[in-house]
């Protein structure tokens, strides 16, 4: 440890000699921690074990190449998870990180459900079946941009304060976080797939004037060990590298830091920040004993009410981020990675915080509909070349700076010390604020010596946002590059004695690799021209441009290069049964596949060859398999794949569906009602809740504003969706009323004095001029003529945007929701308050969608003035629009369905989205940005009838009507993905 603790310190020096120097230092000895947990390798019989370099599984070592999914933002349940699991496992992770929810599966304190979208044990099966390792991440508070950040409902009630050891707080975790460290403890590696137990989540720790926090970090883990997580290390999430819980009391088995670097502001979507060059520092100061690993880097970006939608989102941490900022990563020396989000999903239900709308797409690098992205390619890129590079694990950047190259304007960061030699150069743009091609030359060691490469021909270049991982000694096989100013996609992999690799650059840079040792004059170039190979002195030569593919064999080497683009649209599926699903190092045996949009998964049954996947147009499929491979099979169907030159076996994948014709809304029939009843004259509230709290137990910056009654709707146990109050006072004196209102960025209020609308306020943005608010002052004035001598009744309703999460662990989640503060104006007060809020309050009746469908429609009227297309509402109020409709959607076909919206931003009107009884979506036509609502497939039934109900609330008096409501397929794939049973 301290060895290398000193080599890291000489950075600088070593900065200055690295181009020099020729040899890399070795890896420093092993030494665990004093007191160090039982995973440490060569301490421990455990089966997750890791020393400071990385993790081992079954003592093999592994990069940890993870991705985030949260099966509760999935809720079509383990067949939708698994099809997101295949499309991971077949892009190279091998890992699966994953969040549960204390909230939605505690509703009621006490009353616990772990069924359906809330199963973690669920998802451990699938995972399991699908061969991909588990990070659990149970919280109890996860953060996740979800109400509350994970908490329930009913813990804003609470006296003691959140994330403490006040003994209320543990009582009230410990019950979910018991079940949850059970339903893991049977799938601990490596009887399933969990190789680790997150504690907490960025969790801040004990100081003396903000006490509670390492102790409840101690019972949390103390709480996992004692259900049985003793197989696995336990981890921690730190917010930035800053070593909390590294160290001292809390300390977890392995520390894990988080990092966004380009931050969540998707409205400048092509500013970028600058990549860290002091992360390996970082490291050796926090934990040198253990590997590196960021718990969450950034995948995406969430997006807020009113900003700029998950397309920019996207831009911003697009392949080209991805490419630049994770080899940042690697240069740094992490050996575990887990992309949030991999795949966001949605908000669906009461689950957003304020700061987010329904769609958790995330800008992620499987979409919301769960179709692939170009980053989703390059990430397939960068985790093959990880799992077909082992040397990195056991290589440490020893030295980085400026002067590898020829051109300052290139950082180059030197990975080495494997016994094989092996050098791995990451270089990238000096500063990102360079948005221009460099080129140059680059100085590296190899095994015969000091060389300047390209040697032959042009300059490397890397675009403007561009890095690239350049190799000196990389063993592959039998056979080695002696360097490659290429990249190392994929894999290489030893097929029938012929050692195969694949390298690849962007179509119009050159390239230059040399293979040493080539014993025979046999060569042979098949394919693209683009590149061509000579062999001299014994070396093997090639240099070009890459355009689609080249084959170059000489002897038993083969090398594939090919343009970026073409290299992308490779899979490299594993066959081999006897090793562990899990494992993807490149002796394990594997067949290489070009063309298909995904390959899922490849199986060797004596000479034919079965692939699993899907296509979304007509494709060449092309597949290097070995030579006893006569016949291929594409989902199950044989195809007639013939011989080509090169050795592979080529057919063409026919496309057969198209696009589908969906019902037109405008078509249907629709029932409709008016949904805002209660400022009816005569209305009957008495099966309301009374509202007569006076006190509550929230923290000082909590308290209500004025007015006698609490009236705060949590207080009364409604913490999700819509809320009503009617406040009821005597006489005809009073004038107007003052409100304080608190919903979250971007809620939304109306209110009416008897049948007669007052006003709406429709809260702010986030980044709205002045900062944006979760709370609204407003005075209201009673029209003339809108009292009675008896009874009054002010009735106000609101759309609240979610609980705010509890980020800095200072009871932010007990912030208000509802009526914070009132006072009648001109005279007397409210003799009573009554209150409402989602069906069933923390009992609501229906476990499964937490809504109900059937619900009937008696009473409501029909014809062409229920037409949502054809009429709104003319008049401050709110409509409910209901109507069903069929879909046949081909067996076979993957064809996501989303309601679409056109929007005015000028007109204020809100919407909520029902299919089949869920709720998945929240519209604001004011706000925006999201127009666009996925209904996912096993919600959605994509053969059969479908149960279609829209909400209309206008919050200004003239009413308003909605442009445009279409149903629209997002995609069309031919899938073999398992069928999706509807939820019901
Ligand atoms: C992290 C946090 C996650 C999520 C993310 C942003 O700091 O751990 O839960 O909130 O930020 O999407």
Redesign the pocket.
Known sequence: MDRLRSLLFLLPLLQLSAAQSTTAPAVPAYTPPPGSPGFYHGNSSAAVTFDQQSLFLDNKRLFVFSGEFHPWRLPSGPEAWRDVLEKMKAAGFNSVSV?HHWGVTEPKQGDLNFGNFRSQGDFYQVAKEVGILVMARPGPY????TTAGGFPGWTTNLAAKARTNATEWTNAWTPYLSNSAKAATPFQYPAGPIITVQAE??FVVSTPSDPGRSEAMVLVENNLRNNGITKVPITH?D?GTNGRYAHGLGMVDWYMW?G?PNG?LCASPSQWSEVRSDLIQEHMSIDPAEPWAAG?FQGGS?DPWGGSGYQQCYQLTGEEFANVFYKNNYASGIVYQNL?MTFGGTNWGNLPEPTVYTSYDYGAPIKEDRTLTPKYSEIKLQSHFLHASPDILVSTPVAAGTNFTNNANVYTTLLSGAPSGANFYVVRQTTNTNTSPVSFKLNINTAQGALTVPQFGSNITLAGRESKILVSNYQFGSSQLLYSTAEVNLTWFTMEKTDTIVLYALPGQQIEVVLPNITSNALSTQGSSSVTAKISNKSLIITGSPSGTTFIKAGSTSIIVADKFTARTFWNPKVDTKTTPYDVAPDVASVLVSGPYLVRNASISGPVLALRGDLNETTTLEVLAPASIKGVTWNGAPVVALPTAQGTLKCVLPFTLKKPTLPSLKSLQWACTDSLPEVQPGFDDSTWVVANKTTTNRPPQYQPFSGKFLLYADEYGFHQGNTLYRGHFKGANATGVKLAVEGGFNFGYSAWINSHFLFSNNGTNQYSANGGTNQVNDTLTFPAGSLTSGDNILTVVLDPTGLEEDFDGQDEHKTPRGIRGYELLGGGDFDSWKIIGNFGGESAPDKVRAHLPGFSTKGWSSGASCNPLTTGLSAAGIKAFRTSFNLNLPVGSDIPVALNFTRIPSSRHRSAIFINGWQFGRFSSADGPQTLFPLPDGILNSRGNNELLITLWSLDAPGAEFADVELVSTAVVQSSKRRFQEVS
Do not use: K, S
Not at 142 to 145: G, S
């Open positions: 969040y996860i953060n996740a941009e989540n960025e999430n917010p988080d966004y969540f969450e969430f949030y």
